[in-house]
């Protein structure tokens, strides 16, 4: 599955998860049964809605590195040769339950994402590079006017990693969950009653373009709100949204220094920020400056790349992902010590991700992907487990 945005975050958990292996999950290896090649998935349907639901289970294949889909069974499928212009993908849809019932798949070991659909099928097409994933964010993109949203989830021979995710739009609630060994279930991902309609009153009532990213039907109806780093790069979201509180900060660090401790099994690996000739350096512990950072624009923040590219190293990336969550809950003017893990200190700022403090915020657990590297502090909306024994996604209402 080409590489996404969205996909960002997921990949980074499950591989610091992996990195531990099971001594991560309090489990010793040898303990611990081995995952199976696919685990059943229970999708209900609790939205109140009466149009059909469609399902896909579309990803990358981990034994193989190819990208395709799973049908109901579990049974993967490879994508065939795409096209250019792009050419119409094989119609991967599984019927999904009716209002008020559930239906279970078998979902295989993937790197992928369970998309869901209301009263219409997806379309998805296929390039040269492979599968085209919806973009809604473009006006004439087929499936804009569709209600719809996905899960993202890596199965594979570690565990589950089961994810809700609004880093590119708020859209139709749904919640995930595991039932482990046990017996006991962990959920996340839940919205509060009156957490759909609550979301877009918020984004309505906040000055300064932030309604500009909710998107309607031609009926009037609500689809989806878009991100702001899509509301950004679309011009719905002024380009100037997060300004004035990045020039408090340059300004604050050029006088003090910020501390950013990225990794919270070794307190004792810090780096130091200090702001010099409009551009913020970071140093060691021996003093070396190990890398630097140009001002960030909102684009940069909202989302977490350009001027806050994120390698997948053990310094910049580390760093960035500290910097991107700081900016985003508007905590580093709160602490110079980073990052500040405290969720009352979050989105305090007028000057703030307005868009995630209102996901946040309505969310029953308060967790949420709101944005890329929303699991800096553990605040993402992420289930996992070393031995699944079941996973869940249940539809929630839009109310």
Not at 8 to 16: I, K, Q
Not at 214 to 227: E, F, M, P, Y
Not at 230 to 238: I, Q
Not at 345 to 372: E, I
Request: hydrophobic share 35%; proline share 7%; aromatic share 10%.
């Amino acid at each position: 599955m080409p590489h996404t945005r969205t996909r960002r975050a997921l990949p980074l958990v499950a591989a610091t998860a992996l990195v531990g292996g099971a001594l991560a999950l309090g489990v010793p290896q040898h303990a611990r049964a081995a995952v199976p090649d696919t685990i059943a998935l229970t999708i209900t349907n609790n939205s109140g809605r009466t149009q059909p639901v469609y399902l896909y289970d579309l990803g990358t294949q981990l034994s193989s590195g190819q990208q395709g889909w799973a049908d109901a069974n579990g049974a993967f499928h490879a994508w065939p040769a795409g096209g250019n212009p792009p050419t119409p993908a094989p119609d991967a849809a599984i019927p999904g339950p009716a209002a008020g019932q559930s239906t279970t798949i078998r979902i295989p070991k993937f790197s992928g994402r369970i998309y869901f659909s209301y009263g219409q099928k997806l379309v998805f097409k296929l390039t040269t590079g492979g599968l085209v994933q919806p973009a809604v964010q473009n006006p004439s993109d087929p499936n804009h006017d569709i209600l719809f949203n996905w899960s993202e989830y890596t199965l594979n021979d570690s565990g589950l990693w089961l994810n809700s995710t609004q880093v590119d739009m708020f859209s139709a609630p749904y919640s995930v969950g595991v039932r482990r060994a046990d017996g006991s279930v962990s959920t996340t991902g839940q919205l509060e009653q009156g957490g759909w309609s609550g979301f877009f009153d918020a984004l309505r009532a906040q000055p300064g373009g932030w309604s500009g990213l909710i998107q309607t039907s031609s009926d009037g109806s609500v689809l989806r709100a878009l991100s702001p780093l899509y509301g950004v790069e679309t011009g719905a979201l002024p380009a100037s949204a997060m300004d004035d509180y990045v020039n408090r900060v340059w300004q604050k660090y050029a006088s003090s220094t910020l501390t950013v401790t990225p990794f919270a099994d070794q307190p004792d690996k810090k780096f130091y920020g200090r702001v010099s000739g409009n551009v913020m350096n970071f140093t060691d512990t021996s003093g070396a400056v190990v890398t630097s950072f140009q001002k960030p624009d909102a684009d940069s923040v909202f989302g977490c790349h350009k001027l806050l590219d994120a390698p997948n190293d053990a310094v910049r990336g580390p760093i960035s992902r500290t910097l991107c969550a700081g900016f985003n809950r508007s905590t580093l003017l709160v602490s110079s010590q980073a990052p500040d893990n405290t969720p009352g200190d979050f989105y305090q700022d007028a000057v703030t991700n307005q868009y995630a403090k209102a996901v946040h915020a309505r969310m029953s657990d308060g967790k949420a992907y709101a944005f890329a590297f929303d699991d800096v502090g553990n605040q993402e909306s992420l289930v996992n487990d070393g031995d699944p024994q079941q996973a869940y996604l249940t539809l929630g209402p839009l109310d």
